[in-house]
C-alpha cells in the first residue's frame, strides 16, 4: 500500500514556519502582511475558498480584507479596486478570485495588479520571471505541489515528471517549476493532457505522476508505474446517494487502484487542497518582507 502524503499535516508546518515570520516582521519593524481579496458575484466555491484565506490570515496575525462586488459589477469597478490597493501601502498581497463573470476581461484584471503584491504568482510578469527562473512568486497550487514533493521525501531531483494537464493555473507553471535547474527541482519533465491517443503511454513512464486535468477518477492504476509518487490535483464532485450530501470529492485519480501500485500519493480531499492556502500565506508574508525593505 503506498505511503500517504498528507497535505494537511505539511500544510500546517508551513503556516507554523510563517507565523513566526509574521511576528518577526511585525516585532523588528512594525509592519503587519495585509491581503486584499477581491470577489465577484456568488459563486459558493469561490466565497468559500474566500472565508477560508481570511481565516488563515487572522490565525497567522495577518491583516486580511475581502470586497465582496456583486456579478453585476463593470470592469472598471473591479480595476479602480486593484489600483487603489496598489497604492495602499498596508496591502502587500492582491488576490482577485477566478472566475470572474464572462463581461470582465480576466487577463486585463490580472495585468493592473502591482506585479510586487501578485501573491496568487499569476501576473505575466511573475509567470515570465518564473519561466526564465528568476526570482518571483510561484502560483499558490503549483508552488504547494513543489513542497509536497520536497517535504514528504520525494525530491524530483532527476526524476522523469510527467504533468497530466497543461492549465495556466496548475499545468504550465508546475511544469516550468520543476524543470528549473533549482533545489527541489531539476526534473525532467514532461507535459501531458487528454488530447493524447493513450494517455496511459505517457503515464506509465512517470517517476512522479501530477494528475491536473479536471476529470474525475481518469487515472488509474493500471496507468501507473510500479513505485511511482502521485500528485492528485483535482477534486471532482461525483453523485453518491450514500452520502448525506448526495455527493463525495474524488480526484482525477482512482485512488483505490492507485494506491495499490503507486509508492506515495495524495489524498482527495487532504492532499493538494491544503497547501494552496498556505502557500498563499507564504507569499503574502514574502511581499511584505520584499516591499517593506525596498
Given at each position: 500500500m503506498?505511503?500517504?502524503?498528507?497535505?494537511k499535516?505539511?500544510?500546517?508546518q508551513?503556516?507554523?514556519?510563517?507565523?513566526?515570520?509574521?511576528?518577526?516582521?511585525l516585532?523588528e519593524?512594525?509592519?503587519?502582511p495585509?491581503?486584499?481579496?477581491?470577489?465577484?458575484?456568488?459563486?459558493?466555491?469561490?466565497?468559500?475558498?474566500?472565508?477560508?484565506?481570511?481565516?488563515?490570515?487572522?490565525?497567522?496575525?495577518?491583516?486580511?480584507?475581502?470586497?465582496?462586488?456583486?456579478?453585476?459589477?463593470?470592469?472598471?469597478?473591479?480595476?479602480?479596486?486593484?489600483r487603489?490597493?496598489?497604492?495602499?501601502?498596508?496591502?502587500?498581497?492582491?488576490?482577485?478570485?477566478?472566475?470572474?463573470?464572462?463581461?470582465?476581461?480576466?487577463?486585463?484584471?490580472?495585468?493592473?495588479?502591482?506585479?510586487?503584491?501578485?501573491?496568487?504568482?499569476?501576473?505575466?510578469?511573475?509567470?515570465?520571471?518564473l519561466?526564465i527562473?528568476?526570482?518571483?512568486?510561484?502560483?499558490?497550487?503549483?508552488?504547494?505541489?513543489?513542497?509536497?514533493?520536497?517535504?514528504?521525501?520525494?525530491?524530483?531531483?532527476?526524476?522523469?515528471?510527467?504533468?497530466?494537464?497543461?492549465?495556466?493555473?496548475?499545468?504550465?507553471?508546475?511544469?516550468?517549476?520543476?524543470?528549473?535547474?533549482?533545489?527541489?527541482?531539476?526534473?525532467?519533465?514532461?507535459?501531458?493532457?487528454?488530447?493524447?491517443?493513450?494517455l496511459?503511454a505517457?503515464?506509465?513512464?512517470?517517476?512522479i505522476?501530477?494528475a491536473?486535468?479536471?476529470?474525475?477518477?481518469?487515472?488509474?492504476?493500471?496507468?501507473?508505474?510500479?513505485?511511482?509518487?502521485?500528485i492528485?490535483?483535482?477534486?471532482?464532485?461525483?453523485?453518491?446517494?450514500a452520502?448525506?450530501?448526495?455527493y463525495?470529492?474524488?480526484?482525477?485519480?482512482?485512488?483505490?487502484?492507485?494506491?495499490q501500485?503507486?509508492?506515495?500519493?495524495?489524498?482527495?480531499?487532504?492532499?493538494?487542497?491544503?497547501?494552496?492556502?498556505?502557500?498563499?500565506?507564504q507569499?503574502?508574508?514574502?511581499?511584505?518582507?520584499?516591499?517593506t525593505?525596498?
Open positions: 503506498a505511503q500517504i502524503i498528507d497535505g499535516l505539511i500544510a500546517e508551513i503556516k507554523a514556519e510563517v507565523r513566526v515570520g509574521v511576528s518577526l516582521l516585532k519593524r512594525q509592519v503587519r495585509g491581503l486584499g481579496v477581491v470577489l465577484v458575484g456568488e459563486d459558493p466555491a469561490s466565497q468559500s475558498y474566500v472565508r477560508s484565506k481570511g481565516k488563515a490570515c487572522e490565525d497567522l496575525g495577518m491583516y486580511s480584507e475581502t470586497r465582496r462586488l456583486p456579478a453585476s459589477a463593470t470592469e472598471a469597478e473591479v480595476l479602480s479596486l486593484v487603489a490597493w496598489n497604492d495602499d501601502a498596508s496591502m502587500h498581497g492582491i488576490l482577485v478570485q477566478l472566475p470572474l463573470p464572462r463581461h470582465i476581461n480576466e487577463h486585463r484584471v490580472i495585468a493592473a495588479i502591482d506585479p510586487r503584491k501578485d501573491v496568487d504568482g499569476i501576473h505575466p510578469t511573475n509567470i515570465g520571471r519561466v527562473g528568476m526570482e518571483c512568486f510561484k502560483p499558490c497550487t503549483p508552488a504547494g505541489i513543489q513542497e509536497l514533493l520536497v517535504r514528504s521525501g520525494h525530491d524530483p531531483g532527476g526524476k522523469h515528471v510527467v504533468v497530466v494537464g497543461r492549465s495556466n493555473i496548475v499545468g504550465k507553471p508546475t511544469a516550468n517549476i520543476l524543470m528549473q535547474k533549482a533545489p527541489g527541482a531539476n526534473a525532467i519533465v514532461t507535459i501531458a493532457h487528454t488530447a493524447a491517443r493513450d496511459g505517457f503515464t506509465r513512464e512517470a517517476d505522476l501530477i491536473a486535468l479536471g476529470k474525475p477518477e481518469c487515472i488509474t492504476g493500471a496507468m501507473l508505474k510500479p513505485g511511482c509518487v502521485v492528485d490535483v483535482g477534486i471532482n464532485r461525483v453523485p453518491d446517494p452520502s448525506p450530501k448526495g463525495r470529492l474524488v480526484g482525477d485519480v482512482h485512488f483505490a487502484s492507485a494506491e501500485v503507486a509508492a506515495a500519493i495524495t489524498p482527495v480531499p487532504g492532499g493538494v487542497g491544503p497547501m494552496t492556502i498556505a502557500m498563499l500565506m507569499n503574502t508574508l514574502l511581499a511584505a518582507q520584499r516591499i525593505a525596498a
